[in-house]
């Protein structure tokens, strides 16, 4: 997408969510090695969460040349690539991962939109009938009222205590953030995948309880329980249109 928009005056970038930086990041930036095209960055802070209301992923957002936001974020796709993300995944998966993978498969997310619109967008800049008003951008941009703001400040202290080493205090902070904001997808898959790191090559996709260490898991919650919980229709907010 940016090699066709650039020429046209869109450029993209692309924001990977870790608190533990490139480190985190690694088998993504092994994936791509020297492919990558465009501005591709790390959020050690989950900066982008709180200053754009980004609350699960893949998001996007859309700013100007006037450096204004004219689509807040919102659920965003490139539409099916194909072979995406299976490099990295063994043939033989265990049985959570297989589960998790059915779960996906069953979420309801237009991938087809967002691509026509971000050409649109690069070929009718301000004319574009996916451009928003300032007004309705703050409408689309959700509630962010006290809870939310709380929640932030819980995830903030958290992500530092954790990269101090002090991962057990971390843990109330996350658990503090996620019962505040418990639709911000981003605060509980960052705080889940970090106590399901055990090592190997699908480790960060586990984001629940280790085998034979259920036990130590300390959350209420893990990725596959909470999608059944909420159900497949309600993992991204639905595509709202032009």
């Not at 982008?48 to 996007?60: A, E, F, K, Q, T």
């Not at 649109?120 to 004319?127: I, M, R, V």
């Amino acid at each position: 997408m940016h090699l066709e928009l650039a020429p046209l005056g869109v450029d993209v970038v692309t924001v990977c969510l870790d608190v533990e930086g490139r480190e985190g990041a690694a088998p993504d930036l092994a994936a791509v090695g020297e492919s990558v095209s465009h501005i591709a960055v790390v959020d050690r802070t989950h900066e982008i969460d709180s200053s754009l209301g980004v609350v699960n992923v893949p998001n996007g957002v859309w700013v100007d040349e006037n450096l204004e936001i004219v689509r807040p974020a919102e659920f965003a796709s490139p539409g099916r690539v194909e072979g995406a993300g299976t490099a990295q995944l063994p043939d033989e998966l265990p049985d959570r991962l297989v589960a998790m993978a059915a779960a996906a498969g069953q979420i309801v997310a237009d991938t087809e939109w967002y691509a026509p619109a971000l050409r649109d967008w690069a070929a009718n800049g301000a004319d574009s009938q996916w451009v928003l008003s300032p007004s309705e951008v703050v409408e689309r941009s959700g509630s962010r009222g006290e809870a939310e703001a709380e929640a932030a400040a819980h995830f903030e202290l958290a992500q530092h205590l954790h990269r101090l080493g002090h991962g057990d205090d971390a843990v109330e902070h996350f658990r503090a953030a996620h019962r505040l904001a418990p639709g911000n997808w981003t605060f509980k898959r960052q705080a889940w995948e970090l106590a399901s790191r055990v090592g190997g090559p699908v480790s960060r996709f586990w984001q629940g309880p280790v085998p034979g260490r259920e036990d130590e898991w300390p959350y209420d919650g893990d990725w596959l329980s909470d999608v059944e919980a909420v159900g497949p229709a309600n993992y991204y907010a639905p595509h709202t249109g032009s």
